[in-house]
């Protein structure tokens, strides 16, 4: 085989092998989905069962939807972030089918749980999941200690923290600690896919019954301590 040939044919092998990765390093991504490994903040949740080890989080017109298995599957939760309607839906499976709806009031008492802050992006850079990430340093005006979040902004998510604790930062975390039902977790993206979504993914199933959110946390009490 000619040389000129053989460098033609190692081309479109390394094209092709690119192409079959579907959605990773590709910029502005409008729907698809990320996975995060989690790993428990507190060192004597490590080991435990009950605590998630990844977070698949689904998107699609600025929607998303985060969803996370522990316990064996005995606990099964996925939070819906609807930016049109500006609620937080919470359907939980945990031996009971739950469901509840948080509006903006609600989100910011629920939510934004964090002392309030001032935000001071850095300069720093580094690659996660094939993406290029800032860091953002929060600085606490309690005088809590300040931390890093790490942040893109290369997939195509309008204001993707809007109904989180880190609702004054422009950009989807790649890498970050956030709280809920009483376990701290610490998350890190791993990998980013092109997909196509269904809208009906954003929706809860009508078997779940609606509560109240206090309700869902009251359930949850004791399972991580």
């Known amino acids: 085989m000619r040389p000129g040939i053989s460098r033609a044919l190692l081309f479109l092998l390394a094209v092709s092998s690119l192409q079959a990765c579907s959605g990773i390093f590709k910029k502005d991504i409008k729907q698809g989905m990320i996975e995060y490994k989690a790993e428990a903040v507190d060192s004597k949740d490590h080991a435990s069962m009950t605590v998630p080890d990844k977070m698949i989080v689904k998107f699609k017109n ?66 996660i999941a094939g993406y290029s990430c800032k860091n953002a340093t929060l600085k606490f005006k309690d005088g809590s200690p300040s931390y890093d979040v790490w942040y893109t902004k290369d ?59 206090s309700e869902l946390e009251k359930m949850f009490e004791g399972f991580y301590q």
């Open 62 to 127: 600025d929607y998303t939807a985060a969803e996370l298995e522990a316990g064996l599957g005995f606990a099964k939760m996925k939070f819906i972030s609807d930016p049109v309607k500006k609620q937080f839906l919470s359907q939980v499976f945990f031996f009971e089918k739950k469901q509840s709806v948080m509006n903006m009031d609600e989100i910011k008492k629920t939510n934004y749980y964090l002392p309030d802050y001032d935000v001071e992006y850095g300069n720093q850079t580094k690659e």
């Open 155 to 213: 997939i195509s998510i309008k204001d993707p923290n809007w109904s989180n604790a880190y609702y004054k930062i422009d950009g989807v975390l790649m890498d970050y600690k956030l709280k809920k039902y009483g376990l701290e977790l610490h998350f890190v993206a791993t990998s980013v896919s092109e997909a196509t979504i269904d809208q009906s993914y954003f929706t809860i199933p009508a078997e779940y019954d609606p509560v109240k959110n």
